[in-house]
């Protein structure tokens, strides 16, 4: 980057998503600087992070309908084949975690691991190309990563834990869920401890699905760019970089699945709990 002349400023510059919003004039633009992004508040729009996450959702309901008008009963195809291999392995995830029934959740984990799973792919793409194309076309910032962005993981588990909730309800009645809050597991004369146990459960899911996607992402994106910053370097720290790089990428191959399929699977145990009378 012609901007990025020191370590600091090269990462400080991969870390900042183009963003969207009041600018410190009063008009709307956006953001040239970290500050300027900074100073526009909570209706502020990583106009990067939607976009990319908008991009990859098109692209998994393309093929995989695609898949589904094209299949056949004979022989499959090889869309068809991968499709169907990812449908029976979110389908037995499903219903070895779930134990009520709701026509709902297959579609839903199906959903999430797929869109997840290509959000975190993005992170295999080479640190500087997106970003390098964007300043060549006059864009201050690009980040190619939706899940290194916690309003990203943040809005996934946000939807999860109102699905939570409503199931909750629908599920156990007002009364029911109140009493599961409140006399759980003390019984009535525990009950504000059990308000404060069960609370502080009932929030950690949410925070705990969009920290838990957000740091391993995160920290995935920090090691590319500091192994990136290798290659400003003379012949030895370019080749270590280039060895580095490769061995980091293929062991995060295993990071950003695991880490779609722990979400998929939170998701549907976090669902199954609010079915049942009791957990």
């Keep these: 980057m012609a901007e990025a002349h020191t370590s600091a400023e090269y990462i400080k510059h991969h870390l900042q998503n ?16 970290a500050e300027q992004a900074q100073s526009m508040g909570f209706w502020a729009i990583n106009v990067d992070t939607l976009g990319v996450s908008i991009v990859l959702g098109l692209v998994f309901l393309y093929f995989f309908r695609k898949a589904a008008v094209g ?4 022989v499959p195809g090889g869309l068809q084949n991968f499709v169907e291999w990812i449908v029976e392995f ?3 995830s499903v219903k070895g975690s779930f134990t009520a029934r709701n026509a709902l959740v297959a579609p839903l984990a199906l959903t999430i691991f797929i869109w997840v799973f290509l959000m975190n792919l993005m992170d295999l793409v080479p640190i500087d190309w997106i ?18 962005d916690p309003n990203a993981t943040f809005g996934l588990a946000i939807g999860v834990f109102i699905l939570v909730l409503y199931y909750s309800f629908k599920m156990k009645g007002v009364g029911g ?9 003390f019984g ?6 059990n308000l404060l146990l069960e609370g502080v459960n009932l929030i950690a899911k949410p925070i705990s699905l969009a920290l838990r996607l957000f740091g391993n992402l ?19 720290l370019v080749l270590t970089g280039g060895v580095l ?7 995060h191959v295993l990071i950003i699945t695991l880490q779609a399929f722990i979400f998929m699977t939170l998701t549907i145990v976090y669902l199954d709990m609010a079915h049942q009378e009791h957990h």
């Excluded at 183009?18 to 040239?32: E, I, K, M, S, V």
């Excluded at 970003?131 to 899940?147: E, M």
């Excluded at 994106?221 to 003379?234: N, R, T, V, Y």
């Design 218 to 236: 995160y920290a995935g994106e920090m090691i590319f760019i500091l192994i990136a910053l290798m290659f400003s370097g003379g012949v030895a």
């Design 245 to 251: 790089q490769w061995a980091w990428a293929v062991f």
């Design 90 to 92: 979110v389908d037995s």
């Design 188 to 193: 009535k004369w525990g009950m504000p401890a």
């Design 18 to 33: 183009l963003t969207y919003g009041r600018l410190p004039d009063g008009t709307w633009g956006f953001a040239h600087t």
């Design 131 to 148: 970003p390098g194309l964007a300043s060549a076309l006059g864009v201050p910032y690009f980040k190619l990563v939706p899940t290194t």
């Design 71 to 74: 299949a056949t009963a004979g």
């Design 177 to 185: 869920f109140a009493a599961e809050l409140a006399l759980q597991p």
